[in-house]
Structures are given as C-alpha cells and as structure tokens.
C-alpha cells in the first residue's frame, strides 16, 4: 500500500499561485495519483488525477516527476473559496480495485 | 463522472437505535465504498461493497456493526447499529467509474449523511 506524504497545512493570498507537493515513495507501476478537495461538511470533491509529466483541467495542474515518487497540485491564482482540505492519495490496487486510503491532507488557508 | 445522492443527508439519532443510509448514483458501478469522518479527522475506510457478494471490511469495522447491502449496480444501503455517541460522523459513499483506458479509474464521493447520536 502505498502512502502518501504532504504538509499539514499552508497557507496563501488570493491571486497567488499554490502548490502542494505530497511524495508517495511506494507507488505502484499500476497507480494513478489522485487529489481532492474538502470543503467541512461536504465529500470530497474530485481535482485532478494523473499516471506520469502534467495533466492541466480547468481547475488545477498536476506535475508528476519521471520516478513518479512525488507529484505537485498547482492551484493558479487562489481565492478565498479555495480555503479546504487537499487530500493526495495514490490507489492500492491489491484487490483488482482501486482501494483509496486518506492520510490527514493538506489544510489550505487562503487570506484577503 | 458521477452523481451520487445520499439519504438521509443528516440526522440525530438515539443511542441504541439504527439508521440506514442511502446512496443512489446516476450510473451503474461495479465498486462502492462506504467511509466515516469523525469530526474533524480524515476519511476512515469502513468497507468496500461489490455488487452481487459480501462486503469487504477493512480491520475495526465488522458487520454486525455496519451491515451494508449491495442490491444492484447503482444503489448501496449503509446500516449504523446500535449507535452510541462515538459513531456521530459523516458517512460517505463513493463509488468507482472506469474513465477510460487512458485515464485510470475515478472515485467520486456522495454529500454524505451527517449522524448525531444523542
């Protein structure tokens, strides 16, 4: 099972640029890594999710390095509706399913 | 993507009693998860439901407690037992869609139900 790594917490400005590194040492040929989004009292909100180099969507960009042992979720000009939980997770696909195990995420605070 | 719909969406309960969640989503899966989130922690895996077999439970969470029924490809029932006091969390569904050969599979989470056991 491979686990991941991230800070506790960070904080930023709005219109920054925000990125949050996690290392998943342990990952897996077949894992894909994933990040979400916590808002308190919703579910987590699905980000973004890529296997290797830069996936780019309408909300984020993931870079994953060539040993794909880390990867980096950039957050381009946050706001303050951007404060949340960020959870990375790499899937553990040892049941032929990909099985997600949260760690303690990434506490963004946002400020004015 | 998917849309998943839970219910109840909140609740207070009393102690002893039971409550069974919902989760319906918009598609046909063939993997559900259930998890808890105790206020203020991360997400906890309770069990993973397969559709047509047994749930899977992961180590601390047993079936007497969190019976959990799988009747078909979109729909999952959760069942929290005998609730005390230290089972008053938000519980979630989520569900795994096949995205495609080139993107890896995608877990998407219900709204979850917010239990409160007085």
């Known amino acids: 099972l491979a686990k991941t790594t991230q800070p506790i917490s960070m904080d930023s400005y709005e219109g920054q640029e925000v990125n949050i590194t996690c290392s998943h040492n342990?990952?897996?040929?077949?894992?894909?890594i994933t990040w979400y989004q916590q808002f308190p009292s919703q579910g987590p909100r699905f980000i973004i999710q890529g296997y290797k180099t830069k996936v780019t969507n309408e909300v984020a960009s993931l870079f994953i390095p060539a040993d794909r042992k880390s990867s980096t979720l950039s957050l381009p000009r946050v706001s303050l509706s951007d404060t949340a939980v960020y959870y990375c997770l790499v899937g553990d696909r040892e049941g032929g399913y990909n099985k997600l195990i949260f760690g303690a995420g990434t506490r963004l605070a946002v400020h004015p | 993507s998917a849309v998943i719909s839970q219910k109840p969406s909140r609740d207070i309960c009393q102690r002893g009693t039971s409550l069974t969640i919902q989760c319906q989503v918009d598609s046909q899966v063939t993997m559900m998860f259930w998890y808890r989130q105790q206020p203020g922690q991360s997400l906890t895996l309770i069990a993973t439901?397969?559709?047509?077999?047994?749930?899977?439970?992961e180590s601390g969470f047993v079936i007497d407690k969190f019976p959990i029924s799988r009747p078909n490809l979109t729909f999952s029932t959760l069942t929290v037992s005998n609730m005390s006091p230290e089972d008053s969390s938000i519980y979630l569904c989520s569900v795994e869609v096949q995205e495609g050969p080139s993107s890896g599979n995608t877990i998407y989470f219900g709204e979850g139900s917010w239990l409160t056991v007085v």
């Open positions: 342990n990952i897996a040929t077949n894992d894909y």
């Open positions: 439901a397969n559709q047509g077999s047994e749930a899977t439970y």
